[in-house]
C-alpha cells in the first residue's frame, strides 16, 4: 500500500461519535485505558455463613474498602495523585465552548432511568470528566453466583473487573503500577489481596492548538458559502470533543 498512498500530508480518521450535526467537530485529544482485576481471597472453600460471619471477614466487604482507597463513593472522583493531571487551559477553554453548544445533551443523549440525575448539572464540568479526569468503571465480577444460585454461604473469593479511564497525557503503565501499591498495601485481611494489570492502553497526547483555539469561538452552524471548508474546519477545530 506504501507505493500506491505515497507519503500523505493529511490523514482523516472517522470518529465513534461527534457532538451534533451542525458544526464540524475534531477529536484534539482521548484518554487512555488501564484494565486490571482486583481480587481478595478469605477462604479456600465456602463455608455456611451462619458459622463463619461475623469471624472470617467477608471478600465483599474487603473490595469495598479497598476500592475507598481509589475512588471516593459519594463523587466518583479518584483520589490517586498519580492517576490525575492538570488540564491545559486552552482544553478547559475548548471544553467550555463546546459545553456552551450541546447543553443538556452532553448528558440527555444518554437511557438515563426516570429520575436518574447525571454526576453535575454543568455541561462543562461533564465534558471535563470525560474527557479529563480519570474514572474507574467496575465492569465484572467473578465468585458471585447467580440468584437462582445463590444460597447461606460466606464464599471463599471475589473478584473485580476494573476499568479506568485516564487522563491523555499519563502514562498508563505509571498508573498501574501506582494503582497495583495503593491497592495491594497494607490489606485489611493481613493476606489474600492481589491487583493484576491486565492491558493498558497509551492515552492521545494532544496536539498544539490550533490558531485562536485559547478562548471560545462560535462557527456558523452551517459553513458560509464564502468560506472554504478548511478555513471553516479551523474556526470549528476548537470545539473539542473526546468520543474517550
Given amino acids: 500500500m506504501g507505493s500506491r498512498l505515497g507519503s500523505p500530508t493529511l490523514v482523516v480518521c472517522l470518529d465513534a461519535e461527534c457532538g451534533n450535526y451542525e ?12 484494565i486490571g ?4 481471597d478469605v477462604l479456600s472453600e465456602g463455608v455456611h455463613s451462619g458459622t463463619a460471619s461475623g469471624i472470617v471477614p467477608s471478600s465483599f466487604r474487603v473490595l469495598r ?6 475512588e471516593d463513593a459519594g463523587s466518583g472522583a479518584i483520589w490517586s495523585r498519580n492517576c ?7 482544553r478547559r477553554a475548548q471544553a467550555r465552548a463546546a459545553a456552551a453548544v450541546l447543553g443538556d445533551s452532553v448528558f440527555s443523549k444518554f437511557p438515563l432511568v426516570p429520575g436518574m440525575r447525571a454526576m453535575s448539572n454543568d455541561p462543562f464540568e461533564l465534558l ?7 474514572t474507574l468503571s467496575v465492569t465484572g465480577a467473578d465468585g458471585l453466583p447467580a440468584f437462582r444460585s445463590a444460597g447461606n454461604v460466606l464464599r471463599p473469593y471475589t473478584s473485580l473487573k476494573l476499568s479506568f479511564r485516564l487522563p491523555p497525557t499519563l502514562a498508563p503503565a505509571a498508573a498501574g503500577a501506582a494503582l497495583q501499591r495503593v491497592l495491594e ?22 496536539r ?13 452552524r452551517r459553513p458560509s458559502s ?7 474546519a479551523r474556526a470549528a477545530a476548537i470545539r473539542s470533543w473526546n468520543a474517550g
Wanted: proline residues 17%; contains cysteine; glycine residues 6%.
Fill in 23 to 34: 458544526q464540524l467537530w475534531c477529536t484534539t485529544s482521548l484518554r487512555g485505558n488501564l
Fill in 37 to 40: 482485576s482486583l481480587r481478595v
Fill in 65 to 70: 474498602e479497598l476500592l475507598a482507597r481509589v
Fill in 84 to 90: 490525575t493531571r492538570r488540564i491545559p487551559p486552552d
Fill in 128 to 134: 471535563l470528566n470525560n474527557n479529563w479526569r480519570p
Fill in 185 to 206: 498495601r497494607d490489606p485489611p485481611t493481613a493476606f489474600g489481596v492481589s491487583f493484576t494489570v491486565d492491558s493498558a492502553m497509551e492515552a492521545g497526547t494532544p
Fill in 208 to 220: 498544539p492548538s490550533p490558531p485562536g483555539s485559547s478562548g471560545p469561538c462560535s462557527p456558523p
Fill in 226 to 232: 464564502a468560506a472554504t471548508p478548511c478555513t471553516w
